[in-house]
């Protein structure tokens, strides 16, 4: 009987339709009217705006800004035709193309972008001006059957579209560093997937015992969305309230029904909405685990989870940008890694060590200073007075590129091998005389006072985690003198380029850049000195050892003169 | 036997060698502590909680012998007496340690059941009893009850960080003090007389007389 409830179980989930709930979609232009009738570019807004109250959605949504922010960036100096819209299927697409979308917006037209998503779909095609609609994929009403789209919440390959690296357990994790929209992983070495290290398609240095998932949580199957969720999702919501008004309710019953929810689902995915983030402790109760750890509490008042439950990224990720140079005519600037030995961009079977991430105190949303895991990533620019800030992208281009070529003076100065081509680690100003020379020629461009910086900045490493004996249970991993709180993170060689470094205002205060064998170091506050075993009272050890050499030296020297005393009188002198 | 007299009760003595357990034990474990590579991860991990325990111990220990001492009025031999008496007797107290003990001069104190305290002795203990181990005891609670977040906010004048010090700062002068008290026990009639008399708890007359005895180590035996 168990076996037949069982089977039919099974069958039913089988059975279920795996492109969700949503209904076909008819797919609308800018005037509201069916695409495959007019061959007019999608409009997300007017298309989904039908059903949902897309007026509401644009107002609550930090996404529009980011996203149309970095488009407006990637395409300031190319032709621009159409405007940018919000893109929907970017994120509800079951496979939206993110390259063409890309592409697309690169190339300037703008209009087409969202259109350039559906790609994949069949529904559309390049043309010579843009993007063709397939009219015999649409049903004869007009509408997209929904198996088509696969319309629904956003999976973990969504987010990593742009944020990082999400990859499915049945694909292989691969290094991919020039592939665009690898922000968090080039960060903070952040990879998002289930699959074990040692089945990834990196050369990870001892790859055979690394038996654990790149991240528990992909394992468990517990994606982006549990933790990144809209603050106003009747079924993912927080349940304690935040508000001041009711911060006393461990539960509030009220809340939007499905149906209000789909209508006006909230996209503020910010990460300093508490209540659009779950945070460790609302799934975790620490206090319960950790039987072997004494001072719980005292513990994980000063401890973030991710400090013992990241202990090490396996992903290399960016220790140094250099925006001070272009290797490419695109505007790519040079990038350095850390956790690597040698460049994965020219060679897939670098051995790959990855990096100890750095501690740092930070406040928490309660208010609690903790210890938080963090990359450090220096990034070199040019700072000018007149116009103030960074010179353009276009400028650097103009002063190193003609055409998609390099400029012969480019040549002359930087190919130290003198082969005619410049390798990405030639491209450094770390003479003066090139130094030099690149800044006169951006002041040639009308830049004036500028000046090299180094800007240090620390990248949260949130991503990653693990649990288990694959988290950190040695108390000597902190308790010693050079102990994790305290270590030390390089940052860039003190000469390559030649600028001036300095720390961003959350670091300045959280320790000091330090100079040690030609390499700048960021060296962390020293923390309590009440923190056993942290060296923080050495100086007391060296008078407690003399006080303790001195009474030696006495008793030894009272001692001797008692024996020698006592001889004297047995021989009667 | 029938020559020798009682220095020490049973309680005197089991007291003295169970505090001298639980204060090796805490110096051994705070050393694990404060140079945790020197014995590696499991031993550090071992001593944070026996260290809290032996100190817990060490107070219960000292509580009951404060009882002790007040009820059965040993406390007495602990009185520096007369300021002016005092300061003679200490100054040839001191004559004795550093020329007298040489010679084979006699002790200038005898020690019997009823002062078994030379000057010297008391203030050591003195400062042992009213300053060092109330120090200890008082910030290893108080970095406890940190520790355990009871007290989640401390005055700035007294975070952890002084507590620590000062405890580690008391710590080094007990192992001091440990040192010189060991050595002491050797200055009797014979070099083993003090630490036979505090396993036994009886001493020959002849030897608590004048130029036998008196010294620092027989009176911190007899401990707090």
Known sequence: ?573 | MNDTRQIYTAYERFWHWFQATIIGFLLFTGGVMHWPTLLGDRAFEVSVPLHKTFGLILIANALFGLLHHLVSGAIRHYLLGPPADYFSQAVAQARYYVSGIFRGAPHPFERNPQARLNPLQKLTYLIILNVLLPLQIGTGIAMMLVQGRSWADLPDWLDRGILTGAHLFGSWLFLVFVLLHVYLTTTGETVFGHLRAMLTGREHPSRTGVGATGTVSTITEEGP
Request: with cysteine; proline share 6%; aromatic share 6%.
């Open chain 1, 1 to 573: 009987m168990k076996f037949l409830f069982l089977l039919a179980l099974t069958w039913g989930l089988e059975v279920l339709p795996s492109q969700g709930l949503h209904p076909a979609v008819r797919l609308l232009d800018a005037a509201g009217v069916a695409v495959h009738v007019t061959g007019e570019p999608l409009s997300p807004e007017r298309t989904c705006g039908t059903c949902h109250d897309v007026v509401f959605i644009k107002a609550h949504n930090n996404h529009k800004r980011l996203v149309l922010g970095w488009a407006d960036a990637r395409n300031a100096v190319l032709t621009r035709s159409g405007e940018l819209e919000l893109d929907c299927l970017l994120c509800h697409l079951q496979a939206p193309d993110v390259f063409s979308r890309a592409d697309t917006i690169e190339a300037g037209q703008l209009g087409w972008a969202a259109t350039a998503t559906l790609a994949h779909t069949g529904l559309v095609e390049r043309s010579l001006v843009g993007w063709a609609w397939k009219g015999n994929r649409f049903s004869p009403s007009g509408e997209v059957p929904a198996e088509i789209l696969g319309l629904g919440p956003p999976r973990d390959g969504h987010c990593g579209a742009c944020h990082g690296r999400t990859v499915h357990a049945k694909e292989e994790v691969r290094p991919h560093f020039d592939r665009p929209g690898d922000t968090l992983s080039a960060a903070s070495g952040a990879v998002f997937s289930g699959q074990q290290l040692r089945h990834g398609g990196y050369n990870l240095v001892g790859r055979e015992t690394l038996t654990r998932p790149w991240d528990v949580h992909a394992e468990r199957q517990v994606g982006c969305v549990a933790c990144h969720l809209s603050p106003n999702n009747p079924a993912r919501r927080l349940t304690k309230r935040t508000g001041e008004d009711a911060n006393h309710l461990l539960f509030d019953p009220r809340g939007l029904t499905p149906g209000q929810y789909l209508l006006r689902p909230s996209h503020e995915f910010s990460l300093e909405n508490p209540r659009s983030l779950r945070r460790c402790q609302d799934c975790h109760d620490p206090m319960l685990r950790h039987s072997w750890l004494p001072y719980k509490a005292l513990h994980f008042s000063k401890l973030a989870c991710e400090t013992c439950h990241i202990p090490k990224s396996y992903h290399p990720a960016r220790s140094e940008v250099d925006r001070t140079v272009l290797t490419n005519h695109f505007g790519s600037p040079r990038v350095e890694l850390r956790g690597v030995q040698w460049d994965l961009r020219r060679s897939a079977v670098s051995p790959v060590e990855g990096f100890e991430p750095i501690l740092i105190e930070r406040a928490d949303p309660d208010g609690q200073h903790r210890l938080h895991p963090n990359n450090l990533v220096t990034t070199w620019h040019w700072e000018g007075s007149q116009p103030a800030g960074e010179p353009s992208l276009d400028d650097l281009r103009k002063v190193y590129f003609d055409g998609q070529d390099f400029r012969r003076q480019v040549l002359d100065l930087f190919d130290r091998q003198g082969d005619g081509t410049l390798r990405v680690e030639e491209l450094t100003l770390d003479t003066d005389q090139r130094r030099d020379w690149v800044q006169g020629e951006l002041e040639g461009l009308g830049n004036r006072g500028l000046q090299l910086v180094g800007t240090v900045e620390a990248r949260h490493v949130s991503h990653g985690v693990i649990g288990g004996s694959w988290a950190l249970r040695s108390c000597l991993e902190c308790h010693t003198e050079n102990g994790r709180p305290g270590r030390a993170m390089r940052l860039t060689h003190v000469s390559s380029p030649l600028g001036r470094l300095e720390l961003t205002n959350g670091l300045r205060e959280k320790g000091e850049i330090v100079i040690s064998e030609g390499e700048a170091w960021f060296e962390p506050r020293r923390l309590s000195p009440a923190m056993l075993g942290n060296g923080a009272w050495a100086w007391l050890d060296r008078y407690g050892v003399g006080l303790l050499g001195f009474a030696l030296a006495a008793v030894a020297m009272h001692g001797g003169l008692r024996w020698t005393g006592h001889r004297r009188r047995r021989k009667g002198l």
